[in-house]
């Protein structure tokens, strides 16, 4: 569920196609089966992050198998996408092995800290995350309006903006669309919602709702797939508004062939997250022609062109229900600002890391390292 992983995980399996030689540096996550990759892992001790369920962290120096898997391999360039344990690990394997790092700013980490620290602890970790990209060799933001995100951070040095894929980037053919309603149930004169994410208020699930509470009259089904430390509280919220029989909460999906029905299914995607950078959830609705309603001046929202390939709101219920009450009376319209979603703002992962691979042979040229060969 959570982009990063998913952006890293791509990344992995594309290079390891492409070039081969790949390794995933993580924190041990409980019940994972590596073995499944054909590149490596390497994973070390973690203990869950406090308030952040299923998150898990740890620190790699104090594991002696992953310290002895790292002293036997020699890398030719690390990519940082944490900040935190994982990006301290790599830095450190950069300048023993006197490579190039490049670090990828993901995250609004401000938002993540004021949840449960006092603005002076905020203040000091957002310090040591720009302390840690300054050290980094090239540091990327996944689009163009998270270069202000950085800025606003502190960060000074050049930024590259480098897009995120999407996984789900096919040719759907129409009964595609039709078979995935039919495997969940769903009606075809239904009109669906959907929203994918972690189920924190840090979303803005609470607009969703209370929008879909001022249109009682109108027939919809609305998903929520995800967990989170809000999923109790929103449940909570739905019987308040009288949504019960409306809206259904799926939990967490790791089966992808599965949160694709979702995306096919759904007519609507709901995302009005004004904490996300560049969410991929976005990017793979469009993928299954779903286009999104997105919060009007938020800076995942700046890839959408209103009533183009996406939807943009106010940050207000009455104004979002009146855009869903319009939207849910014209599908047509519907549809085909959905597909052309599908054809302005999805791009493949292959495709990506075509360009990663390019530039970090750059980054290596520059150093006077040898380039990372593709297969004849």
Same mark, same amino acid.
């Given at each position: 569920?959570?982009?990063?992983?998913?952006?890293?995980?791509?990344?992995?399996?594309?290079?390891? &196609?492409?070039?081969?030689?790949?390794?995933?540096?993580? $924190?041990?996550?409980?019940? /994972?089966?590596?073995?499944?990759?054909?590149?490596?892992?390497?994973?070390?001790?973690?203990?869950?992050? #406090?308030? =952040?369920?299923?998150?898990?962290?740890?620190?790699?120096?104090?594991?002696?198998?992953?310290?002895?898997?790292?002293?036997?391999?020699?890398?030719?360039?690390?990519? /940082?996408?944490?900040?935190?344990? +994982?990006?301290?690990?790599?830095? *450190?394997?950069?300048?023993?092995? &006197?490579? #190039?790092?490049?670090?990828? !700013?993901?995250? &609004?980490?401000?938002?993540?800290?004021?949840?449960?620290?006092? &603005?002076?602890?905020?203040?000091?970790?957002?310090? +040591?995350?720009?302390? !840690?990209?300054?050290?980094?060799?090239?540091?990327?933001?996944?689009?163009?309006?998270?270069?202000?995100?950085?800025?606003?951070?502190?960060?000074?040095?050049?930024?590259?903006?480098?897009?995120?894929?999407?996984?789900?980037?096919?040719?759907?053919?129409?009964?595609?669309?039709?078979?995935?309603?039919? *495997?969940?149930?769903?009606?075809?004169?239904? !009109?669906?919602?959907?929203?994918?994410?972690?189920?924190?208020?840090?979303? @803005? $699930?609470?607009?969703?709702?209370?929008?879909?509470? =001022?249109?009682?009259?109108?027939?919809?089904?609305?998903? !929520?797939?995800?967990?989170?430390? /809000?999923?109790?509280?929103?449940?909570?919220?739905?019987?308040?508004?009288?949504?019960?029989?409306?809206?259904?909460?799926?939990?967490?999906?790791?089966?992808?062939?599965?949160?694709?029905?979702?995306?096919?299914?759904?007519?609507?995607?709901?995302?009005?997250?004004?904490?996300?950078?560049?969410?991929?959830?976005?990017?793979?609705?469009?993928?299954?022609?779903?286009?999104?309603?997105?919060?009007?001046?938020?800076?995942?929202?700046?890839? %959408?062109?209103?009533?183009? @390939?996406?939807?943009?709101?106010?940050?207000?219920?009455?104004?979002?229900?009146? %855009?869903?009450?319009?939207?849910?009376?014209?599908?047509?319209?519907?549809? =085909?600002?959905?597909?052309?979603?599908?054809?302005?703002?999805?791009?493949?992962?292959?495709?990506?890391?075509?360009?990663?691979?390019? =530039?970090?042979?750059?980054?290596?040229?520059?150093?006077?390292?040898?380039?990372?060969?593709?297969?004849?």
């Amino acid at each position: 569920m959570d982009g990063v992983s998913v952006c890293m995980e791509n990344y992995a399996y594309w290079m390891q &196609k492409k070039v081969g030689g790949v390794c995933v540096v993580t $924190p041990n996550v409980p019940g /994972a089966d590596y073995s499944v990759h054909d590149y490596k892992v390497f994973d070390y001790f973690s203990i869950p992050v #406090p308030k =952040r369920h299923p998150y898990v962290t740890g620190i790699a120096e104090i594991d002696p198998t992953y310290l002895a898997k790292v002293a036997t391999t020699r890398f030719r360039i690390v990519h /940082a996408h944490s900040p935190f344990t +994982s990006g301290a690990a790599a830095y *450190r394997i950069s300048r023993l092995q &006197k490579i #190039p790092m490049v670090a990828t !700013f993901h995250s &609004k980490y401000r938002d993540d800290f004021s949840r449960i620290l006092p &603005k002076l602890a905020v203040d000091i970790w957002i310090d +040591s995350i720009i302390d !840690f990209y300054e050290r980094a060799d090239l540091v990327w933001v996944p689009q163009e309006s998270v270069v202000d995100v950085i800025r606003e951070y502190g960060f000074k040095g050049h930024v590259e903006v480098m897009d995120n894929g999407s996984d789900l980037v096919a040719d759907y053919p129409e009964k595609y669309f039709v078979e995935a309603r039919q *495997r969940l149930g769903i009606k075809p004169e239904e !009109f669906v919602m959907l929203f994918v994410g972690q189920h924190i208020w840090e979303k @803005n $699930p609470r607009l969703v709702i209370e929008s879909l509470a =001022r249109i009682p009259d109108i027939p919809f089904r609305m998903y !929520f797939v995800g967990v989170g430390y /809000a999923a109790e509280e929103m449940k909570q919220l739905v019987s308040e508004r009288g949504l019960d029989n409306k809206v259904t909460f799926v939990g967490s999906i790791t089966d992808r062939a599965k949160l694709t029905d979702y995306y096919a299914a759904s007519d609507l995607f709901l995302f009005p997250s004004l904490y996300d950078n560049a969410p991929l959830v976005v990017r793979e609705a469009a993928a299954l022609h779903t286009p999104s309603i997105m919060a009007e001046g938020a800076t995942a929202s700046t890839i %959408l062109k209103d009533g183009e @390939n996406g939807f943009l709101v106010e940050n207000d219920p009455d104004k979002m229900a009146q %855009l869903l009450r319009e939207l849910i009376h014209d599908p047509e319209r519907v549809h =085909r600002v959905g597909v052309q979603a599908s054809k302005t703002i999805v791009r493949s992962w292959e495709d990506c890391v075509e360009e990663v691979l390019d =530039r970090y042979n750059a980054l290596l040229k520059s150093r006077g390292l040898p380039p990372i060969e593709r297969p004849a």
